[in-house]
């Protein structure tokens, strides 16, 4: 089985590229692009609105879907979808576009970017949701905000407030919580918070995403399609130091079987009720 057939059957949940990108229609990726060394992207305010601005021209000539954007001084990320396989050249328009607007205002010459872009498919709705926590947090993480939702120049506040019409689409993320709106921000902002515990996030290294990411997979997991019955029993049974009742001991065990046929590891159970590795072998025995 190649690495395409294993995409398709959804056996690979991301899967990060610099050069050989996998690219299909319809795929959806979490883009990250930096500034050489120690310099800087955006300089002033009327920076990030060119950017921005670029953006919004760029999804409307190559059909692009932006989920969410965080841009920063030395870098920037976006998450998106594609419905033609342009990723390269709808990526190469943005930031060769915004790369000469640059050069011309601050008279200069040299590169912009530093490189190619890395691209990450998001093969997974937990790794999609995961993505956009990533993104989001980005500037809390590297101390650009004192607040979650006081950095400028990100979609975070789509996300967390009825938006005013816009290019962003935080629907498609959101939906993933609940059907309903205000239910599914709420959902968001709880995560969240839980996210913010989580190390990592705070750079653009392939290592720092993914330690991020794969430990907020788990997290996402709690709240994706939430069932409140299923949360309060983890719940009730996070609060209980000892289980002897044999009627709560097969209610523990039907959990365990529960969450771990829905596609939690066996840590992230261990994580999410709290107990250790060892009793959860004894709960299935």
């Known amino acids: 089985m190649d690495i395409m057939d294993k995409i398709k059957n959804k056996e690979i949940k991301g899967y990060l590229t610099i050069k050989n990108r996998i690219i299909f229609e319809g795929a959806t990726y979490h883009i990250t692009q930096r500034a050489p060394g120690k310099e800087i992207v955006f300089v002033e305010n009327s920076d990030y609105l060119k950017f921005l601005s670029i953006l919004k021209e760029t999804t409307e000539k190559f059909d692009l879907n932006i989920f969410c954007f965080s841009l920063l001084p030395n870098h920037l990320h976006l998450l998106l979808r594609i419905s033609k396989k342009n990723l390269s050249e709808a990526m190469r328009h943005l930031f060769r576009t915004y790369a000469i607007y640059y050069n011309i205002k601050y008279e200069r010459k040299g590169h912009v970017f530093c490189g190619r872009f890395r691209s990450s498919l ?164």
């Open 122 to 285: 998001c093969n997974d709705d937990a790794y999609l949701l995961a993505a956009s926590l990533y993104i989001h947090l980005n500037p809390f993480k590297a101390n650009l905000a004192e607040n979650l939702n006081d950095y400028r120049w990100s979609s975070l506040r789509l996300y967390l407030d009825k938006p005013k019409k816009t290019f962003i689409d935080s629907g498609e993320i959101l939906h993933l919580l609940d059907l309903k709106e205000k239910n599914a921000r709420k959902k968001y902002c709880e995560i969240l918070k839980e996210s913010r515990k989580i190390p990592g996030g705070n750079l653009i290294s392939t290592e720092s995403v993914n330690l991020f990411v794969e430990k907020a997979k788990w997290t996402a997991k709690r709240f994706y399609k939430k069932d409140s019955e299923v949360d309060e029993t983890i719940e009730n049974f996070r609060k209980k130091t000892r289980i002897i009742k044999p009627k709560e001991k097969k209610a523990r065990k039907y959990l365990v079987q529960q969450l771990h046929a829905s596609g939690y590891t066996i840590k992230e159970i261990c994580d999410l009720l709290e107990i250790s590795r060892k009793t959860f072998y004894n709960i299935l025995t």
